[in-house]
């Protein structure tokens, strides 16, 4: 009799430790979101407020960092825990997840230099929502952003070079530096700041212009966009006007030039609509178009060459024309060589000009 009391207390035990292990493991600061039901945009914000809070009062927590939370990351899906997705800036003194107190398998971050969307961006935000279920879209500025202080300073006429692949980057900020100056009258470092919120405004609205499915979901309710400023030295984040994105997307609808297939592979809109990147982009790109088209043209020298070629009387003759030829496309690519030269200097010009 006392053996199976012992036993009974044994299991009893067992249960509770079980039950007390399950009940901390989600438990690590009360707020894992678990499950699609709970989760709503205002929870997901307030999630993110908070944690905020706790970093600047240097009262972190660092939740679901630990090796349960790895074990969870390995075995469960991401879409039924990461409550938020985040569009930042690459800049290292804006670490999403440590700025919000965030763990493992939290928020789906999205890091570009001067958080622009272009094509990759709009496709993993795209990701985050549709697919890892996120019912927040927060896009992040932050003080002193060096891309946005790039494009205003090459805006006013005291910018350097820029490396070869960094004015197609940061060309989305152009509209949004432009507009400030122009609606404020600032300049230098004043306008900067203004810049920095309109650029997060022009993000908002490039993503609105390029992917129908972010505005399906907006509309339903299913998914809250807002605006956001981190302070690089407070480590505080400011929130913006949140009824501004919802004022965004009624100026895209009523734009002719959205794109308007929400799904890959339903591409038979009008170039209009796919052309919104393009229109974004800066008239360098149109130069380096036209370098293009001059290599091509000096190609053809070098297509007829191969095509008299198809007709060879004798060996000699064919020789003759396989040397032709070969000079001819040697020719063709130096005249690439120095249509792509030429592009780059017209994309620096634009950029200096800018
Ligand atoms: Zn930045």
Do not use: M, W
């Given at each position: 009799m006392s053996t199976i009391s012992r036993k009974n207390i044994i299991i009893i035990a067992a249960l509770f430790l079980a039950v007390l292990f399950f009940v901390t493991m989600g438990d690590d600061n009360g707020s894992d979101v678990k499950t699609k039901d709970k989760r709503?945009?205002?929870?997901?914000?307030?999630?993110?407020?908070?944690?905020?809070?706790?970093?600047?009062?240097?009262?972190?927590?660092?939740?679901?960092t630990d090796t349960i939370r790895l074990e969870q990351a390995g075995s469960q899906s991401q879409g039924d825990h990461a409550f938020a997705t985040v569009l930042g800036c690459s800049d290292s003194r804006v670490p999403v997840e440590r700025i919000f107190d965030a763990g493992i398998m939290?928020?789906?971050v999205i890091r570009v230099a001067g958080n622009v969307v272009?094509?990759?961006?709009?496709?993993?935000?795209?990701?985050?929502?549709?697919?890892?279920?996120?019912?927040?879209?927060?896009?992040?500025?932050?003080?002193?952003?060096?891309?946005?202080?790039?494009?205003?300073?090459?805006?006013?006429?005291?910018?350097?070079?820029?490396?070869?692949?960094?004015?197609?980057l940061v060309a989305p900020i152009t509209p949004a530096v432009e507009k400030s100056i122009k609606y404020t009258g600032k300049h230098g470092a004043d306008v900067i700041p203004v810049a920095i919120e309109q650029n997060v405004w022009q993000s908002i609205h490039d993503l609105f212009m390029v992917s129908p499915s972010t505005r399906e979901l907006v509309k339903s309710g299913k998914v809250q966009v807002v605006g956001a400023i981190y302070d690089v030295s407070t480590g505080r984040v400011e929130w913006l006007k949140e009824d501004k994105p919802a004022e965004i997307l009624a100026e895209v609808e009523a734009d002719p030039a959205r794109a308007m297939e929400a799904m890959a592979g339903e591409h038979t809109e009008t170039p209009a609509a796919e052309g919104h990147m393009d229109t974004m982009k800066t008239e360098h790109q149109n130069d380096a178009k036209e370098a293009v088209h001059e290599a091509e043209v000096a190609a053809e020298p070098a297509k007829e060459e191969q095509a008299e070629a198809a007709?060879?009387?004798?060996?000699?003759?064919?020789k003759a024309l396989a040397e032709k030829a070969a000079e001819a496309a040697k020719n063709a690519a130096a005249a690439a060589e120095a249509a792509t030269r030429a592009a780059e200097e017209a994309a620096k010009a634009a950029g200096s000009a800018q």
């Open positions: 709503t945009p205002a929870l997901s914000l307030q999630l993110l407020k908070e944690g905020n809070e706790r970093f600047v009062n240097g009262e972190a927590l660092h939740p679901r939290d928020i789906f272009q094509g990759d961006e709009a496709g993993s935000i795209e990701y985050g929502l549709a697919h890892v279920n996120t019912p927040l879209l927060v896009v992040l500025g932050h003080t002193q952003c060096g891309a946005v202080t790039a494009v205003t300073n090459a805006i006013e006429g005291h910018g350097h070079a820029l490396e070869r692949n960094i004015p197609g007709a060879p009387a004798n060996i000699e003759e064919l």
